[in-house]
């Protein structure tokens, strides 16, 4: 299994980066996808994704750190997703109008910077989207080349299909495991199994029955996929394949890497 969204460079696991990969082996999770949040986090990224050879990397700057980060950098992303072949995306970007950490002018000006490197690049993109459908898509029409997966989708079921409808993926997280959740599991039921991921976000958003354990980690990944296993009434081993198939076609990261 491949989890396809995890910051294995935030130090709550990047201090005990051995015991997480052991333990996410054990649990039969065996590839990941480190994301960026900002360029000096993809350099980190990217050095992690080099020593490793089942993890993958993106470089990117995430809306929320968009008032830090000086949009002048945003070329450099250039540099790095070329200079090492172990990155297979940019972002994670996009909008987030929830917290209102960074203007939304910044956001957007951010966002479409980070868009034209991918364009150049031409590598996909990973998408945060909080309560912001309606400009992250109206902004993307621009990029009409450039793949997306709206990653952690938390949505409702409209704004599924409007993004299923655009021809991008979703990426679903500890968030549909939820007591509450049985809206975000009606879009599961919906989206197809060859448009979406099984993902973590760790350290954030431990996936029920672990919801005691603060500080999510790649192993738990699997309680995603036997909620999505659940709900579309297959086996886990289904769910195992076809988003791993998904994965490997859309970050072309191919099983031999």
């Given at each position: ?44 990224c ?23 980060e ?43 910077a980070?868009?034209q ?5 031409k ?42 409808n ?12 939820f ?5 975000l ?11 979406m ?22 192993a ?22 076809f988003?791993t ?13």
């Amino acid at each position: 299994m491949i989890d396809t969204h995890c910051h294995l460079t935030d130090p709550r696991l990047g201090s005990e980066l051995g015991g997480v990969l052991k333990r996410a082996s054990a649990a039969g999770v065996r590839r990941f996808i480190t994301i960026s949040t900002t360029i000096d986090d993809a350099v980190a990224c990217i050095a992690l994704a080099d020593r490793h050879e089942n993890i993958a990397c993106s470089v990117g700057v995430h809306p929320n750190h968009a008032y830090q980060e000086d949009v002048t950098r945003i070329p450099e992303m250039v540099g790095l997703s070329q200079g090492s072949d172990n990155v297979v995306a940019l972002g994670e970007m996009g909008l987030d109008y929830h917290y209102g950490l960074a203007h939304k002018r910044i956001q957007r000006e951010t966002f479409e910077a980070q868009l034209q490197v991918a364009a150049v690049v031409k590598l996909p993109v990973v998408i945060h989207c909080r309560e912001a459908v309606d400009d992250t898509l109206a902004i993307l029409k621009g990029f009409p080349a450039v793949e997306c997966v709206f990653h952690c989708f938390t949505g409702t079921a409209e704004e599924a299909h409007r993004i299923l409808n655009a021809g991008y993926m979703l990426g679903f997280t500890g968030a549909i495991t939820f007591k509450k959740s049985d809206e975000l599991r009606d879009v599961v039921r919906l989206t197809p199994s060859d448009r979406m991921f099984v993902e973590t976000d760790a350290p954030y958003l431990t996936p029920e029955p672990m919801r005691k354990q603060k500080i999510n980690e790649p192993a738990l990944v699997v309680h995603v996929a036997e909620t999505v296993a659940a709900v579309k009434g297959v086996t886990v081993e289904a769910v195992d394949r076809f988003t791993t198939e998904n994965a490997q076609r859309f970050f072309r990261w191919a099983s031999s890497r």
